[in-house]
């Protein structure tokens, strides 16, 4: 199958830096894609080079195998929930939900524009102002007034960062059952690694413009080509050049059996996080070694507890490059 | 996108050639013939109407209109700012508020100046009133004078400031204001390093709205100013009228016009913007 | 069409027709009148040297006459229809500049002069009293170069006309120290002031003051006896006009002594009409600011046209009055 | 802060607004100069029998109205233009019109009318008044419009493209709504600057295009009286009442 | 101890709406407090009122003991980091971070401010202006401007949400740091559940206006008093009107001892998070279980699994009143 979007070898250079670098992958027809990686290491741009509004510097842009490198934004069929939503100051909630449908001169859209509203838990403040929404109510009329266009590419660009967690799960499967029912192929941004694990299935891991990897998200979390990859994905603990995640690492007052690695250390920090402890030890040679525990464990500080893990669990990849 | 650029500048740019840029030519073209014998013009062409500009007389007249033009513009710039504030920030009434800063110059300036000398003379409002009170007792000299003439210029003038910064600081994002005072800043610094900052283009524009009539204008300094004083804008409408030397009037605006455009230019220049 | 015959366009300055002058003309000659104002001379002048501005009928004053003329602007007036010609002062009737007036029938004249408050005494007399001390800061001049000037050149006994260098330049020192004197160069605006009290003494056109003399009775106009300036506003007709025949209806019908004298009666002018003139109340047919009697008439001097150089230098000496 | 500003605005209106008040006064004083002698309507009386002020006023109305309306919209669309992209020429052309003397304008306008008219049988006339005034009127709209402009957010117009507007599509409903009360300021400028404009009108109009200005100061010749007064009260006073109600109409 | 901010019935109505119910709390001084609630139930408001920047409907603010409610933004020696960042737009990132120094007058401040736009690994982009930056950038701009000034009371409205998990963990140690050393007041709006529970020493929180409960964060969590509360600090099932959390439920083929709660439920799907599995199941009666399991469990659709848990890991709470 042709894919939907497929960038070769794009480049884009703000005057005196480069913001993406020679970034290629392919997003398939109704995948849901994601692209993950540190605060200014060129996502945005990247949309926004998709979306039309910047120009590549060097390589080729294709949209439905077209090449769209100089097709202005309205002859991309694709849309954008932008990181800093862009609100319409002068419309109401539901003229901005509006606006693209009244582009496209759709008669009957009543009927879409209240299911975008309910969708986004909005009913009721469709004739506020934008300036009259708080953070979380503005990215859902953001996300909403493109999700109502139903376009072929949805470029989300941290899309649920400000709101609640459960509102945020509501949404997150609002959007994956869109993507399975009505097959809009979403290209998606977010800095939550539990979003991008559980609702991608393609993931890149971007890093200082270039795209580090591209694969499935058990993939890239299970075997990562790169420790950046393997630290940005999860937590990770590097013990003698080999990576183990901390939730590999079994914490125990007795000494576990023979056969596994293993360390003593002293509890220095027992963090509560709801759903379990993260506790931070430091062995005898000072390695600081982050660990998981159930919230039910009572862990002291100062306490000595013997830390252990399997080799399967152990990840060996080459140091950075500096 | 160019385009509809070039359809948005075509009818600007077509009433810019047609209307300004081939009468300025026919005025470049007055600047180098000869007057006739009474009115009018011909040839022969001559330079000799740029020669008389050399006359210390007439860059007196200019630095002098200039001063005032000057001072004018930045005495609307401090009066019209916080009035430009007050209506940018009334909400619902802003539309009312600023109709009723437009209002008065619907009316012809010349009855406005009347009413000013009404105000200002020595048997005048302002000079009744004061006696009244016993605050002064002989009348005070307030017309006739550069204070007179510069009230006079910020009167007629203030609503060419406060428009385009109206326009240009309805825009401001209250929490840019909100951040500054909570920053800590005084509401007379957020004034100054937030909204001044913020509002420079309505300045930019405002200024040059008022500085450029201020520099042509007439009646105040001869109704306000007792005519005692003289401004390049007469000057050079004397040279129209009772002069009747149009070449000459041609040759002083043509280089008047370009000394005001060169510092305009360099004025925005140094901040590194364009003029628009 | 027929309906264009029948229509006439009138240039004029302002408050110089009655009420019912044009209406009655429109009625009696079944012709609608367009009938506008102009502020300036020059304002008339740019738009009739157009040779295409629609106006048929304009009042120039007298010294433009002349260059009008030369310059080809003006219909020469055929008399024959101008029957009324013979109403005028036999002075107007071949005045100097358009003796046998084949461009121009005079309209109205006035003068310029001093107005004062009769409050001052000793009164003034000439332009002299401008440099007295006793009206320091109490005086003004009419913001207009030619009478300034002209009055500056009347002092020190030359002709208002003058372009001979010396002599103007005589005249500016002189207008720099009288400015030193002045509260104001103002003209037709000073009236409010010395109805006021403001300002004692002025100079003012004859017209103009006699409106102030009767709302403030004690205002007095005098002729100076340095000499002073005469002038008179023309009707000629443009050359351009295609109504010339209605244009010399409208002009001969200005010329009825009735209707002169209306015009003269309610805008306090000075008719050139005699049988205007004595068709006037006494009051007004012996007023002696509008019509002062001959012997004071002859130190007064008319306004003619000036040459380019002298115009030129005079403005010059204006711009130096003015920035001192 | 507040309350000083509020304060602050009471004195600049009653600044702008004392001659205005004074003007109105007079037109009620019986006598013609600025003395009080007594009330009386007969200014006004004579304001509505004089021909001349009204026709004059009608046609500084309609020349202001209409001046207005072109120059707002070719301004404001000249002023996206350059904003999309600067043009130097433009705008130093724009800004050289700005800068020219009025009387400059006025008799280069009325030669340029002049030659014109050797092709064409036409004469001076309302057209030509209202053309002189979009084309001064024009730079005060782009330069007003031109500096809301600078603050408009880029990103909005991406947005809008996105949304798959159109570039006029943009224009349209997304810059004009925010422009608004930059063209409010412009048109209220630009009808300002028309309305009482002089010396360029006095040159280039025409037989049947006296404006009230010219009318006013032609009367200045002669010393003006309380007609005007009465002309300019009623002219200020309806177009106020107007704004008013179409305000409140607006409002509820 | 005097707290150094406390609110007393403090109600904001907006026109048609309640923003601000009746809410009251303490903040002790050198506390770190957080405030979590739904999208638009009024942090951002409340944060406002505390600023100054809106006027409490009724009720008093008072800091550090004085009521403050008619007091202007400027005299409050509290400082906001705004959750839209409000950057002034004709400034550099110097420039911003510089601005409240310049205000207070403070004469050397290039160390200070170096300082600042180290710790929010700025460093390299003092010059540029807000519009060349990353949405992350910006944000860390707003929080280096607040940071520099060492207020009382630090008002952050979700001062990390546009970073990416590394950097916000950093940024987290940082602020505990700042905290800790320096003493200042934090007084934090987060939409994230571990970093809430992890950093704050104190936390309310909100629903609609309201306050529903204040604690220490493992309070909260391990005895919420209202569903509401117990629902928004972490997921949980609703097991026969108890409630238990998914990292309770232990998921097994084989079937538990006699002395636990079970069920036996069919595996729907096994979602990967990373460091676990979210697993959803169905029980017979048709209830939707959701538990947790390694990673390293293999879980089909479909296949059967023995849920359990113990009595001490049940919530007892009344139903909420709707
Ligand atoms: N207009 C611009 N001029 C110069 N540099 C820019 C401009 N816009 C962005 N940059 C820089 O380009 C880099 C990439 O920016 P981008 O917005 O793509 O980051 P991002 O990955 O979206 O980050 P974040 O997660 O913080 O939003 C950043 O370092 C930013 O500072
Ligand atoms: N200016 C306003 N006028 C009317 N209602 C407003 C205004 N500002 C906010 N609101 C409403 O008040 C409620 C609380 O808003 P607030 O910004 O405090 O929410 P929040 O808790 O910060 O939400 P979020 O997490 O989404 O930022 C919201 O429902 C919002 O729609
Ligand atoms: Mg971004
Ligand atoms: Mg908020």
Redesign the pocket.
């Known amino acids: 199958m042709q894919p939907v979007l497929e960038l070769r070898g794009v480049t884009k250079d703000y005057s005196a830096h480069r913001a993406v670098d020679d970034v290629s992958f392919t997003v398939q027809r109704g995948a849901f894609f994601s692209l993950l990686g540190p605060s200014g290491c060129g996502k945005t741009t990247t949309l926004r080079l998709i979306a039309g509004f910047e120009r590549a510097s060097s390589g080729e842009i294709l949209l439905n195998g077209r090449i769209i490198n100089d097709a202005p934004p309205y002859c991309r069929n694709v849309s954008t929930v932008f990181q800093n939503y862009a609100l319409f100051p002068h419309l109401t909630v539901r003229g901005n939900i509006e606006f693209g449908l009244r582009r496209k001169g759709v008669r009957d859209m009543a009927g879409r524009v209240n299911a975008a509203i309910d969708l986004v838990r909005l009913a009721g403040?469709e004739s506020?102002k934008p300036?009259?929404?708080?953070?979380?109510?503005?990215?859902r009329v953001a996300l909403a007034r493109s999700l109502v266009l139903s376009p072929d590419v949805l470029l989300l660009d941290e899309p649920l960062s400000?709101?609640?967690p459960n509102l945020r799960l509501e949404m997150r499967a609002e959007l994956k059952s869109l993507q399975q029912k009505v097959g809009i192929t979403f290209l998606f941004v977010t800095h939550d690694r539990e979003e991008a694990l559980s609702l991608s299935d393609q993931l890149a891991v971007m890093n200082r413009g270039r795209i580090e990897q591209v694969g499935a998200p058990r993939e890239l979390y299970l075997t990562p080509r790169t420790r950046f990859v393997a630290g940005f994905l999860g937590s990770i603990n590097w013990i003698d050049g080999v990576g183990v995640r901390p939730e590999a690492i079994r914490l125990t007052r007795t000494a576990p059996q023979n056969d596994v690695r293993r360390r003593r250390a002293r509890v220095e920090s027992a963090v509560f996080l709801g759903n379990r402890l993260q506790v931070r030890s430091r062995t005898g040679a000072g390695e600081l070694i982050v660990a998981e525990a159930s919230h039910s464990e009572e862990l002291r500080p100062g306490e000595t507890v013997h830390l252990w893990w399997t080799a399967a669990d152990e990840l060996v990849l080459p140091p950075e490059p500096q | 996108m160019n385009r509809v650029r070039a359809i948005a500048l075509t009818p600007g740019a077509a009433v810019i050639v047609v209307l300004f840029l081939i009468p300025l030519a026919i005025t470049c073209a007055y600047s180098a013939l000869t007057r006739g014998a009474y009115f009018g013009l011909g040839p022969p062409w001559t330079a000799d109407n740029y020669r008389r500009l050399a006359d210390p007389l007439y860059g007196m007249v200019f630095l002098r209109s200039f001063a005032l033009a000057a001072a004018s513009t930045a005495i609307c710039c401090l009066l019209g700012f916080p009035l430009a504030v007050f209506i940018a920030r009334s909400g619902r009434r802003k539309n009312l508020y600023l109709h009723l800063v437009i209002l008065p110059f619907w009316t012809s300036q010349l009855v406005r100046i009347y009413a000013w000398m009404f105000l200002l003379r020595e048997t005048g409002l302002a000079n009744g009133i004061l006696q009244a009170l016993g605050i002064i007792r002989a009348p005070l000299p307030l017309l006739y004078n550069d204070g007179a003439v510069l009230l006079g210029l910020v009167y007629a003038h203030l609503p060419f400031m406060v428009l385009p910064l109206y326009a240009a600081l309805e825009r401001l994002d209250p929490n840019l204001l909100e951040a500054s005072a909570d920053l800590g800043a005084r509401p007379w610094t957020t004034l100054s390093r937030v909204m001044l900052p913020l509002a420079a283009p309505g300045i930019r524009a405002g200024a040059v709205l008022v500085f450029v009539p201020c520099l042509g204008a007439f009646l105040v300094p001869d109704l306000l100013g007792g005519g005692k004083s003289i401004m390049i804008g007469t000057v050079i409408q004397n040279q129209f009228t009772t002069a009747r030397d149009w070449p000459f009037g041609a040759a002083m605006s043509l280089v008047v016009m370009v000394i005001v455009l060169v510092l305009l230019w360099v004025g925005a220049g140094r901040r590194g913007e364009d003029l628009l | 069409g027929g309906n264009r015959a029948r229509r006439l366009n009138v240039f004029n300055w302002s408050e110089y027709v009655a009420p019912e002058t044009i209406s009655n003309f429109e009625r009696e000659f079944r012709v609608r009148v367009r009938y506008a104002t102009y502020e300036s001379a020059e304002e008339m002048l740019a738009k009739a040297s157009t040779g295409n501005s629609g106006w048929d009928v304009v009042f120039p004053s007298n010294s433009y006459i002349q260059p009008m003329a030369s310059a080809g602007l003006l219909a020469r007036l055929d008399h024959k229809r101008l029957p009324n010609l013979a109403e005028l002062e036999p002075f107007f009737q071949s005045p100097p500049w358009d003796a046998s007036l084949s461009w121009s029938v005079p309209y109205m004249h006035s003068s310029t002069g001093i107005v004062y408050d009769a409050s001052v005494s000793p009164p003034p007399v000439g332009w002299r009293d401008f440099l007295s001390e006793r009206f320091r800061g109490r005086v003004t001049m009419l913001d207009d170069p030619n009478e300034v000037i002209g009055a500056c050149l009347k002092q020190l006994g030359y002709s208002l006309n003058s372009c001979d260098p010396a002599q103007l330049a005589q005249a500016r020192n002189l207008a720099l120290e009288q400015k030193r004197h002045l509260r104001a160069y103002l003209n037709a605006e000073v009236r409010e002031q010395l109805v006021a009290g403001d300002v004692l003494m002025a100079q003012l056109w004859a017209t103009t003051a006699q409106i102030g003399i009767d709302a403030r009775p004690s205002l007095t106009y005098v002729y100076p006896i340095e000499g002073f300036a005469l002038y008179a506003d023309c009707a000629v007709i443009l050359r351009e006009s295609d109504r010339v025949e209605l244009a010399h209806e409208f002009i001969n019908y200005l010329l009825r002594p009735q209707v002169s004298a209306r015009i003269a009666a309610a805008m306090r002018t000075a008719t050139p009409s005699a049988g205007a003139r004595r068709l006037l109340p006494p009051s007004l047919r012996n007023n002696p600011t509008l019509y002062p009697p001959p012997e004071t008439l002859a130190r007064g001097e008319w306004f003619t046209a000036l040459p380019p150089a002298g115009q030129r230098l005079r403005d010059r000496i204006w711009t130096e009055i003015k920035t001192a | 802060m507040k309350r000083a500003l509020a304060l602050y605005a009471v004195a600049a209106y009653a600044f702008l607004h004392a001659p205005l008040l004074i003007l109105a006064a007079f037109s009620f004083n019986r006598s013609r100069y600025t003395v009080w002698t007594g009330f009386s309507l007969d200014w006004y009386r004579a304001a509505f029998r004089d021909h001349q002020l009204r026709e004059g006023a009608w046609n500084s109305i309609l020349i202001a109205v209409t001046a207005t309306t072109i120059s707002t919209a070719v301004g404001a669309l000249f002023a996206y233009g350059l904003w999309k992209r600067r043009s130097r020429w433009l705008s130093a052309s724009l800004y050289l019109s700005l800068i020219t003397p009025e009387i400059v304008t006025g008799v280069s306008l009325l030669a340029f009318y002049q030659w014109i008219f050797q092709f064409w049988r036409l004469h001076l006339g309302m057209c030509t008044v209202v053309f002189a005034h979009v084309s001064f009127c024009i730079a005060y709209v782009v330069l007003v419009v031109a500096a809301r402009l600078r603050g408009f957010d880029p990103g909005l117009e991406d947005a809008a493209l996105d949304l798959g507007a159109t570039e006029w599509g943009i224009f349209w409903h997304v810059v004009l709504p925010y422009l608004k009360p930059g063209i409010l300021a412009a048109a209220l400028l630009a009808f300002t600057v028309s309305i009482d404009d002089y010396v360029i009108t006095s040159l280039v109009a025409g037989v049947d295009s006296q404006t009230l200005p010219m009318v006013i100061y032609a009367m200045a010749r002669r010393g003006v009286n309380p007609v005007v007064n009465a002309v300019s009260s009623v002219i200020v006073f309806g177009l106020g009442a107007m704004i008013l109600i179409s305000e409140r109409l607006r409002a509820s």
Chains 1, 5 share one sequence.
């Open positions: 403040k506020r300036s009259e929404l708080s953070g979380g109510e503005k990215q400000a709101l609640d």
